[in-house]
């Protein structure tokens, strides 16, 4: 069974501060996703990256795959108050199936 | 371009009793996914319908069917309400299949938030 653990699991920080989640599996995946949900919505994804060592920017936020396809990073710089939410990775299985990590609840404090 | 829409919102129902939940994709999507979001399990993944035909399938009891009608439409259907099902259940729209990710974006709705009491 394929699993996608996420680290930490909460994060509160200081606005200005720069932050790393982790996303890391036993398994290889072919491919990962970052998604963002805020409460009352449904996650939004961010970036997808599907090589091995790919390095994504999307502003501030900084994504990176792993060499060997089994794990994932999302760093983000000068976190802001509108980074507070709930940080997904999902991973393509090889059922052709979406597997979703456990999440990562990131607040930022003013 | 309409987004994922989900009704009703919000439900309130007691064990035993059944209940539908409805989702209407993103106009041109094939594929229609739902998943179940609680605290201590996160986000699960439930089944996929592409083309009205159910192309995947998570762990989770027959209680649990849905369906998907001509115009892309699905309805989601659980039977005998257990306390645990109370959770935020979505619904997730992508051109292709879903497991793809690479070459198709899931597009996300609001979410129906279930209570069983």
């Known amino acids: 069974t394929q699993l996608l653990e996420q680290s930490p699991q909460f994060l509160s920080i200081q606005e200005g501060e720069n932050l790393t989640v982790y996303c890391n599996s036993s398994?290889?995946?072919?491919?990962l996703q970052w998604y963002r949900q805020e409460p009352g919505e449904g996650p939004v994804l961010l970036v997808t990256?599907?090589?091995?060592?790919e390095v994504k920017k999307l502003k501030r936020l900084t994504f990176q795959f792993g060499d060997a396809r089994k794990d994932s990073s999302l760093h983000i710089t000068a976190a802001q108050p509108g980074d507070t939410g709930l940080y997904l990775c999902?991973?393509?299985?090889?059922?052709?199936?979406?597997?979703f990590g456990s999440g990562t609840r990131l607040s930022i404090r003013p | 371009k309409a987004g994922v829409t989900q009704t009703p919102r919000y439900l309130i129902k007691t064990r035993g009793q059944q209940v539908t939940l409805s989702c209407s994709p993103i106009?041109?999507?094939?594929?229609v996914s739902w998943y179940q979001q609680t605290p201590g399990q996160g986000l699960q993944f439930l089944f996929e319908?592409?083309?009205?035909?159910?192309?995947n399938k998570g762990n989770f009891p027959g209680r649990f069917s849905g369906r998907q009608f001509s115009n892309s439409r699905s309805e989601m259907n659980v039977s005998t309400l257990e306390l645990g099902d109370s959770a935020l259940y979505l619904c997730?729209?992508?051109?292709?299949?879903?497991?793809?990710?690479?070459?198709?974006?899931?597009?996300f709705g609001p979410g129906t938030r279930l209570t069983v009491l």
């Open positions: 997730a729209s992508s051109l292709g299949l879903a497991g793809l990710i690479e070459y198709n974006e899931q597009f």
């Open positions: 398994s290889v995946f072919s491919s």
């Open positions: 990256v599907v090589t091995g060592g």
């Open positions: 999902a991973g393509g299985s090889s059922a052709s199936k979406i597997i």
């Open positions: 106009s041109g999507h094939r594929s």
């Open positions: 319908y592409f083309s009205e035909t159910q192309r």
